[in-house]
């Protein structure tokens, strides 16, 4: 922003400031007309040749009119108060959709209805249309959603630094009952909600070399001889709840740079040049699909640096404009890490400081570490990633000089604490010597070395970072291990998609909890009347109805309301143990086989999720629950009281029409693998009771619901432990223990769901019976079938079920995104929140 004033935008922002009947009044007519005046002069369309989408188009168009003042007015605000801001760096986000929800955050919902209605427009189907902003995997992605929503609604000075991917998450489709992607082209009809800032652009490098220049008494490093490729801003507004502050997500998309194509194109070398221009934009053009799992590619190396880099020259950029140093550097700017993927910040943070800005080493580093927090995501080895000093050495050499000088120093310290101690040295270090691939970079190691505060996403899960993963780091440095546990955001995840239950609530107890969520606990009272549990039961149903419409669009299968809605939705991953739920149904479907006349509950079992494409257990976990559900769903002598359905291509949408729907929600992950979850809470917020292990924010969940509203069962963390401990340890072993347990497996590894493939399940087989299953999938099976039928019990009692239903809402206000930044806020970042005014 610049800093005089500019006299004709001054004036023509006065012009429309004191105009009446312009553009962004919040009045049913002025919308209207915005929609009318966007149909025909932003878009071009008559009643002739305006599609569904141009509807669309327009009605979002007209509804950013409405947010533009405020997010301006929040910029400037934000920039004359020289405000400390808050600077999330995340390789995904997740968004969904944004017209829903900017409408929902203006508070304009009932405005934008009869303006519609008006016009004869059905607006729900409108919203329909809208594509989501796929830009993420799965939970982690989604967090960073959620964080920018409560980040806005607090009205803290924030920005969202991301990747503006050509093409999200990919699309699933199911083809004979295994997985298909397509590529997700979600940029095709245009984003009503970006605005590109070429004024903004960045210069990254890449390659070439690092040249000592003495320089006085010292010495000055240059990189030189680099490919150039150029970082374009694309920013999109965070509007949030119930205030003025609109936000910035700032995403960069890669680009060539002109000069060198026409260099190359002067010495003749045209295919150099186009060869050239690919590369630069081939960095963003896909997010990569993995979840849990790193795969050391090159391109995703060039992501995260070209990410990094970017975002950190904006923010210096924006620093300079009024500081002449870097002594005030973390008193204007909080840098926080989502995992390890923009790690690169820390050594390109201190590059800069140094190589461009002459900042001495130490005060670079104490910069860099007094700005950085890390938030560290998972447990899981096979996600740490570790980039071979190779790619360093080809794409960053300066940086790999860098990082060695950041270990010399570690080291030098560790050693000093521990003298001798070369077990520690070797553990410790932020290279590890020995990889599959040469030598390579512990990135994690880096991240918490180069930064303030290191946390981890539920109490289980800070708990095993400190004795476990980060044992030796905590015990150098316990002042710098925090927990902040998760949270979801009650506008999404409740009042968007649950308008019914939220309407009903805020009759209850007013509509305070939309930003105040711990006000939930007012319901606890309702729970003793009669007709609210009649009219929270009824919605339930509703939304229950509105599903299995969705799912026999989606399907073909056709499922009752009035059956239990089980619901296991999130990333296709072994250690999530979507197999032991099949494993469960199984067992059901004998026992009904065995015996007609059981008198179950009817149950309705809804699977949905994506697999990396290359995770082949994955791919056949989604084929064993496709040719499970074939068989059942084609059975009639179950007289209903069985369904099993996998909805494709699990999404943010989708989930928004799932969590109102849902009776039961499974989250059912080994102990100690899952992180946090966060479907967990969104499910429980709309009055699902939970089958759960032991795992991340179940037990913080079950502390706050209560034992008697959750249905917790399985070994323990540290049970695990001791069971994958014992080398006698089979899968087997519960197969000859349990007769119910064998008849399951003869079923299934006799190839009775898949007669036309056989053996297609040998490899589960395999892994579940033979081998030391490290996920326990049959050493946890006896207790989960317990839980299960204390679900059924319930449930059979429709007053019990919903008074536990509606403790469940009542007692969740923990898990609000609004809590977990607050702590961010209180106990890493510092920063004031700013009230925007607007005339
Ligand atoms: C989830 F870099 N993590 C956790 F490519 N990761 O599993 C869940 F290797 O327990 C938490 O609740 C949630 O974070 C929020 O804290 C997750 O979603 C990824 O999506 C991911 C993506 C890429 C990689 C690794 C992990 C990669």
């Known amino acids: 922003m610049s800093s005089t004033p500019d006299r004709s935008t001054a004036a023509a922002m006065e012009f429309i400031a004191n105009t009446p009947h312009l553009i962004g009044e919040l009045t049913v007519e002025s919308l209207m007309s915005d929609y009318a005046n966007h149909l025909c002069f932003s878009l071009a369309k008559d009643r002739f040749t305006a599609t569904p989408h141009d509807k669309f188009y327009a009605l979002a168009l007209a509804v950013r009119d409405r947010l533009m003042e405020r997010w301006i007015k929040t910029q400037q605000t ?47 189907e409108l919203l329909e249309i809208e594509v989501d902003a796929g830009l993420g ?60 800032r070429p004024e903004y652009a ?29 970082g374009i801003p694309y920013d999109m507004p965070i509007v949030g709840f119930g205030c003025n502050t609109v936000n910035n997500l700032r995403l960069w998309s890669g680009k060539a740079r002109l000069e060198f194509d026409f260099q190359d194109f002067d010495r003749g070398d045209y295919f150099g040049a186009v060869e050239a221009k690919n590369a630069a934009e081939n960095i963003t053009k896909v997010l990569y699909p993995n979840n849990n799992n790193y795969q050391g590619k090159e391109l995703r190396f060039r992501q995260q640096y070209l990410f990094v880099s970017c975002s950190l020259q904006d923010i210096i950029r924006r620093y300079l404009v009024d500081n002449q140093d870097f002594n005030g550097f973390t008193d204007r700017v909080a840098i926080q890490l989502n995992d390890t993927h923009p790690a690169l910040a820390i050594p390109e943070l201190m590059r800069l400081l140094i190589d461009e800005h002459g900042v001495g080493w130490d005060q670079a580093w104490e910069t860099t570490r007094g700005a950085t927090g890390y938030t560290n995501h998972t447990l899981l080895p096979e996600a740490l990633e570790q980039w071979p000093v190779r790619f360093f050495e080809k794409l960053l050499p300066r940086h790999l ?289 939970t089958v759960g292990t032991l795992d991340g924010a179940n037990i913080e969940i079950k502390e706050e619901v209560g034992d008697d509203n959750i249905f917790i069962f399985g070994h323990t963390a540290e049970q695990v432990e001791t069971v994958r401990r014992d080398p006698g340890y089979r899968g087997r072993r519960y197969y000859e223990q349990d007769e119910a347990i064998r008849g399951m497996c003869d079923l299934l590894f006799r190839n009775f769901f898949n007669l036309e493939e056989p053996d297609v399940f ?43 239903a509606i403790l469940n809402v009542a007692r969740i206000g923990k898990f609000s995104s609004d809590r977990t930044i607050s702590e961010y806020n209180r106990e890493i970042w510092g920063i004031k929140p700013i009230h925007i005014e607007v005339s």
């Open 202 to 230: 960045q210069k990254v490098q890449f390659g070439g070399r690092v040249e000592a220049v003495p320089v006085g008494d010292g010495t000055q490093f240059k990189w030189v001889g680099h490919e150039p490729v150029i």
């Open 401 to 689: 000089e860098i990082l060695y000088e950041i270990n010399r120093r570690f080291l030098r310290q560790v050693q000093t604490r521990y003298p001798l101690d070369d077990g520690r040295l070797q553990r410790m270090s932020l290279i590890e010597e020995a990889g599959p691939e040469g030598k390579s970079v512990r990135m994690a190691h880096l991240a918490i070395v180069g930064s303030k505060s290191v946390n981890g996403v539920a109490a289980l899960h800070t708990r095993l970072l400190q004795t476990h993963l980060f044992r030796d780091f905590a015990e150098l440095w316990p002042e710098r291990f925090n927990n902040k546990t998760n949270g979801v955001t009650p506008r999404r995840w409740l009042l968007l998609c649950n308008p019914e239950l939220s309407a009903l609530i805020s009759e209850r107890i007013g509509d305070g909890w939309v930003k105040d969520l711990n006000q939930l606990r007012k319901l606890e009272p309702a729970i003793e009347d009669k007709k609210f549990r009649a009219r929270f039961r009824q919605i339930k149903r509703d939304n229950k109805q509105r599903l299995a419409q969705v799912i026999q669009q989606n399907t073909g299968v056709v499922v009752s309301p009035d059956s239990l809605f089980d619901v296991q939705v999130k990333r296709l991953h072994e250690y999530k143990r979507q197999m032991l739920n099949v494993f469960h149904i199984i067992m059901r479907y004998q026992r009904l086989k065995q015996n007609p006349g059981l008198d179950l509950v009817p149950r309705t079992f809804i699977f949905g999720g994506k697999s990396a494409p290359g995770y082949f257990m994955a791919k056949l976990i989604i084929k064993l629950i496709n040719s499970v559900a074939d068989v059942v769903n084609s059975d009639e002598s179950l007289q209903g009281k069985l369904k099993v359905v996998f909805v494709p291509n699990y999404r943010v949408s989708l989930a928004e029409k799932i969590m109102p729907a849902a009776d039961l929600s499974e989250q059912i992950s080994t102990a100690g693998m899952e992180a946090s979850g966060t479907g967990n809470m969104k499910f429980a917020l709309n009055g699902a009771l």
């Open 762 to 804: 040998e490899p589960i087989r395999q892994k579940v019976l033979d081998g030391p299953d490290p996920f326990l999938h049959l050493a946890d099976l006896r207790m989960y079938a317990e839980a299960q039928d204390r679900a059924d019990q319930l449930y059979r009692d429709p007053e019990a079920w919903t008074r536990s």
């Open 78 to 124: 934000h920039h004359q108060q020289h405000a400390k801001r808050i600077y999330y760096l995340s390789l995904e986000y997740l968004m969904g959709r944004a017209l829903s929800n900017n409408i929902i955050n203006l508070r304009c919902d009932e405005l934008v209805r009869q303006a519609m209605q008006k016009l004869g427009i059905n607006l729900d």
């Open 137 to 196: 995997n799965g939970g982690l992605g989604r967090l960073a959603a959620c964080f920018v929503d409560s980040m806005a609604t607090l009205e803290l000075p924030a920005m969202g630094y991301g990747l503006r991917y050509d093409y999200g998450i990919f699309r699933q489709t199911i083809k004979n009952g295994y997985q298909f992607e397509e590529p997700d082209d979600w940029l095709r009809h245009g984003n009503p909600w970006e605005m590109a």
